[in-house]
């Protein structure tokens, strides 16, 4: 497969360029997983050189990337990485790009293949798109034009339908490549491996053997410098709606008949619509949202989620969120599934929880020790593995049952070297493999999903409760489990 071609930033000064896709550039040529082939331009609305722009990113190299940069990579990066001035709204710039890129490619023998990359604000997607057609930087030849768009993918269905209807007017469904960059997570792609490759977990993966399946993710950041855009969307949107509803799918979904992004995206759309219907009793019963207030997180006090910059000093935005759902088919019918995502929180982690069913209580547990559940947990960050708690006998005289780990750490095994998120997706763009990314399908299950809760939350005064920063949320999220004798396992 020809995988040479030009990677065109939009947001070439923006964060995400600086911390994620750069550092991951760098990190693919330093494990020789570069096309031959292949250049960068950033564009951005900064007036810098290339030149310029290659001293900035040698300095967030450094800074971001979990490798010390080595001049051998970074000259044959440099040299193949190039910066344009222009405002996204300027045609002419567009035409001068596709000069420059048509350029590039006798330089570089990149074919005119190119992959674009949306590294901007979500008013700008349309627009772009917009204007790489008009000028012509989409064509219909035997090189390919993939579009890589990052989150938000509309801000509820209406716009991500309409964000959608305008995109693939220009690129075709198998071009675009919506992240998720939950999918690129190593444990994340490793949860279907867990499931279908081993013969002790699959019998096991249903409602006969599962209790109920938690999954959380937890910041110890807040807002950061992003709070205008959160305060309008919350952690609904900003969380739910894609990377938790994703590794559900993945935990709940059927084996694919085959391993091709299309099957893999079919399983996971049934069981986006297999979620329950959410009406407004649900909503007040099994849905908690909550607001950090002032508190201390890594030993600093850090202020309420309200004296944020740029969020309204009365926000009634939720920087937490805790849910209770199912999925309405044979296999999950009657497990629970929790949610809970929150910033401001105690720890940064993001874990799996699969609490299996008890056993009955006929031979031990009787009296008055109690013998805790299996926990299988899929540790996806910081530390990746799989934890796996279950019960043996206490060594000695007297018969006690006590809970015993196994605990398979993939840090410790595979060190600094496993890939990053970015990298894996970024790679996988270049190879025309979309399975890490998000399908139209699930955007729009996604969304209908989340529309009619934060359009219910909208309309009613729904209580928001307040959690002090640095603690595992509000005490009512505790309380969603406890109704149905669960608790969370902060493992
Ligand atoms: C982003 C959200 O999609 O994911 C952020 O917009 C959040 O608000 C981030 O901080 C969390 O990603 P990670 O990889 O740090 O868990």
């Not at 090189?143 to 768009?149: A, G, N, T, V």
């Not at 939950?182 to 249903?206: D, T």
């Not at 952690?235 to 091709?260: F, G, R, S, W, Y």
């Not at 056993?359 to 109690?370: A, F």
Request: neutral net charge.
């Amino acid at each position: 497969m020809d995988t040479s071609c030009i990677l065109v930033i939009f947001g070439g000064t923006g964060d995400l360029t600086h911390r994620k896709l750069l550092p991951a550039i760098y990190n693919l040529k330093r494990s020789q997983n570069l096309p031959d082939n292949f250049a960068i331009v950033s564009i951005g609305r900064k007036n810098l050189s290339s030149e310029e722009y290659r001293e900035q990113i040698y300095l967030s190299l450094k800074k971001y990337s979990k490798y010390i940069i080595e001049d051998i990579h970074w000259d044959d990066i440099s040299k193949r990485l190039f910066y344009k001035n222009f405002n996204f709204n300027d045609i002419k710039g567009y035409s001068e790009l596709k000069t420059f890129l048509e350029e590039l490619d006798k330089k570089y023998k990149t074919s005119g293949n190119r992959i674009f990359y949306l590294a901007v604000a979500p008013e700008y997607f349309d627009l772009i798109t917009d204007n790489l057609h008009k000028e012509g930087l989409v064509k219909n030849t035997s090189s390919f034009q993939r579009l890589i768009i990052e989150k938000p993918f509309g801000r509820d269905l209406s716009s991500a339908r309409k964000l959608n209807r305008k995109i693939t007017e220009v690129f075709s469904e198998e071009n675009i490549y919506r992240i998720d960059h939950y999918l690129g997570k190593e444990m994340i792609q490793s949860l279907m491996v867990l499931r279908f490759a081993n013969s002790i977990f699959e019998p096991l993966w249903n409602n006969k053997y599962i209790d109920n399946i938690q999954i959380s993710s937890s910041e110890t950041v807040g807002v950061e410098n992003r709070g205008g855009y959160y305060d309008e969307a919350g952690a609904l949107k900003d969380m739910v709606q894609n990377h938790m509803l994703q590794l559900l799918t993945l935990c709940a979904m059927e084996p694919p008949i085959n391993l091709t992004s299309s099957s893999i995206k079919d399983e996971k759309v049934k069981i986006l619509r297999s979620l329950e219907k959410i009406t407004p009793e649900k909503i007040s019963k099994d849905i908690i949202r909550g607001q950090y207030i002032r508190g201390i997180v890594d030993n600093k006090e850090v202020l309420s989620y309200r004296e944020e910059d740029k969020v309204s000093p009365v926000s009634n935005t939720e920087t937490f969120v805790a849910l209770k759902l199912h999925v309405e088919n044979f296999r999950w019918a009657g497990v629970p599934f929790y949610i809970r995502t929150g910033k401001r929180m105690k720890n940064k982690s993001t874990e799996i929880v699969i609490q299996f069913k008890s056993m009955p209580k006929v031979l031990y547990g009787k009296s008055s020790d109690e013998i805790l559940p299996n926990l299988l947990v899929i540790r996806v960050q910081p530390m990746e593995g799989i934890f796996f708690q279950f019960n043996t006998k206490k060594p000695g005289t007297e018969n006690i049952i006590i809970p015993v780990q196994m605990d398979f750490c993939q840090n410790c095994q595979f060190g600094i070297n496993t890939p990053e998120a970015y990298e894996r997706l970024l790679y996988d763009a270049m190879n025309g493999d979309s399975t890490l990314f998000t399908s139209w399908d699930e955007v729009e299950y996604s969304w209908k999903f989340v529309d009619i809760i934060s359009d219910y939350w909208k309309n009613n005064n729904e209580t928001l409760y307040y959690y002090e920063s640095g603690s595992l949320g509000p005490q009512k999220a505790e309380e969603l489990l406890l109704k149905e004798n669960h608790h969370w396992w902060n493992i």
